[in-house]
């Protein structure tokens, strides 16, 4: 198997939406902590919202990070993948519950990257010996 099956290049492709889409929410906590007026409780406030920017920075990078060794990683990068998913699965399942409609992407494409990089063509590739 020389080429990468559709199913991998599939979930890396959805990990580096992910990782793009993290960088943006991270930014976008970034700015809200910088233009936030502190009150009674804005330490607090401007606590959480880098907080939060910091846990999507890290969650970014590992997709990012997970994308951009599917062509020559091992099993480890399957299983990186699958973590991704199910974090993003659970995240988002929280965010649909509290919030709203929206975060259904967010588990819809967690859970496709977790099946995909169960099925057996993606075992396959990550199990290929690597140069």
Request: charged share 10%; aromatic share 8%.
């Amino acid at each position: 198997m020389s080429q990468m099956p559709g199913t991998v290049r599939s979930v890396r492709a959805m990990l580096l939406a992910v990782g793009a889409g993290s960088v943006v929410a991270a930014l976008g906590f970034v700015v809200a902590a910088a233009t936030f007026e502190t009150g009674a409780l804005g330490t607090v406030v401007v606590g959480f919202f880098l907080l939060a920017a910091v846990l999507l920075g890290a969650f970014a990078a590992a997709s990012i990070v997970i994308a951009s060794k599917f062509a020559d990683g091992g099993n480890g990068v399957r299983i990186g993948a699958v973590v991704v998913g199910s974090l993003l699965t659970v995240g988002s399942a929280t965010g649909l519950m509290a919030h709203s409609g929206a975060w259904g992407f967010g588990v819809v494409v967690g859970l496709l990257v977790t099946i995909l990089s169960t099925r057996e063509d993606t075992r396959d590739w990550f199990g290929l010996p690597r140069r």
